[in-house]
């Protein structure tokens, strides 16, 4: 699936004391120009939010990320291989009362928790990874996207919530 700040499912490959690890993941300003053009609910969401906390250069928004290891069918079975680290992004400018919603935390990468990669110290890495998705060439939030709802098209840009400036 393709939008215009390029393909919606990606692949990176990621190396590790001399190993290579790859996966799939979302891309999130692939996923959020998606999204707010085909959920209006959503871009009505992102055009409220972009008149409360208008983005530009002196007041980027906040993204930040979060983890959570997910175990579908019997959390307390021995052994269980069906765990999993998910990670999600979303925007501090959502507010609280939105955050608490699974709606507006969205998933830009699972992995099964036994890969190899989190097995061998890579979840570090694989931050590090993810916050560089969201500031590639084609698509940096430091420098602004615009993304287009059927409302309007809204300009964000942000910084990751923990080097926000003041």
Partial sequence: MSTPYG?????????????????????PIAFLAY???????FGEILVETA?????HCNAKWDIILYSDEVTPGDALKRGNQKKTQAIYWSFKQFGSELLASEYL??????LRSNNDLLLHGGMTTLFRYIWETFF?????????????TS?????????PGLDSPG
């Fill in 151 to 159: 409302y309007r098209a809204v300009v964000i840009g942000a910084y």
């Fill in 105 to 110: 935390w969205f998933v830009v990468v699972v």
């Fill in 136 to 148: 590639d060439d084609v698509s940096n939030l430091r420098a602004g996207v615009i993304i287009n």
């Fill in 7 to 27: 393909p919606l499912v990606r692949r990176v490959k990621v190396h590790i004391d001399g190993v290579d690890y790859e996966f799939d993941y979302i891309h």
């Fill in 51 to 55: 008149a409360n906390h208008p983005s």
């Fill in 35 to 41: 999204a707010a053009q085909h959920c209006d609910p």
